[in-house]
């Protein structure tokens, strides 16, 4: 008679898993079947409540456990991402040094020139880091992204309700409005 041995090769389609990727099988206490009206024993009771109870410290501890790694792995990422960003803005710092340091004799001209150069120099690393600037004249008022600070009448019914003006120019970080454009708004006052 001979044996069949079998293939440690799965079917064709499932997947191959070794003794350790099968998780370990658990077997439960099997109570004595308990009828309505008997007793339970008071061990019994005693026994599955403290396993119960062991089991809820376990995953109280657990769960706090995760609760706090995630925290420090947020709090590390987001310390590792400000560090980019001020490395990057180290450079337009040392321009800014430079021109503080810059001799009084230089020309009023050079000095627009160097400032007008760090101004560029630092929007571009801000933007490269996702800061957008929002400036909406022109635009339909939307009170989401800007904050109306003054009104205008309007020259045509077209302008109704779009922006005039800017006072201050609002931002957008990676598309969350960072600061609300401030803006001057053409509205009818006879329209309500």
Same mark, same amino acid.
Not at 6 to 19: C, F, L, M, V
Not at 176 to 185: D, E, L, N, S, T
């Given at each position: 008679? /001979? ?14 898993? $070794? @003794?350790?990727?099968?998780? +370990? %099988? %658990?077997? #439960? ?6 009828? +309505? ?9 005693? $026994? ?27 709090? =590390?990422?987001?310390?590792?991402? @400000? ?12 321009? %800014? ?9 230089? $020309?009023? =001209? *050079?000095?627009?020139? *160097?400032?007008?150069? /760090? ?8 933007? @490269? @880091? ?24 309007? =020259? $045509?019914? #077209? ?5 005039? *003006? ?27």
């Amino acid at each position: 008679m /001979t044996k069949s041995h079998k293939s440690s090769k799965p079917p064709h389609g499932e997947p191959s898993q $070794s @003794a350790q990727d099968v998780p +370990p %099988v %658990v077997a #439960e206490p099997v109570a004595e079947e308990w009828q +309505p009206g008997e007793a339970v024993p008071a061990a019994e009771v005693a $026994s599955t409540m403290a396993a119960l109870e062991d089991r809820y410290l376990r995953l109280a501890a657990e769960y706090e456990n995760y609760r706090k790694r995630t925290h420090r792995e947020k709090t =590390e990422a987001f310390d590792r991402g @400000a560090t980019s960003l001020v490395a990057r803005l180290l450079d337009v710092l040392d321009d %800014v040094d430079r021109l503080a340091a810059s001799d009084t004799a230089t $020309s009023p =001209e *050079a000095f627009r020139s *160097a400032f007008d150069l /760090t101004q560029k120099k630092l929007r571009k690393e801000l933007e @490269a @880091a996702g800061l957008e600037r929002v400036d909406p004249v022109g635009e339909v008022f939307n009170p989401e992204e800007q904050e109306a600070v003054a009104v205008a009448s309007p =020259e $045509s019914s #077209e302008q109704d309700h779009t922006v005039k *003006a800017t006072f201050q120019t609002g931002y957008r970080f990676k598309g969350a409005i960072v600061r609300p454009a401030r803006v001057q708004v053409y509205t009818d006052p006879g329209a309500a």
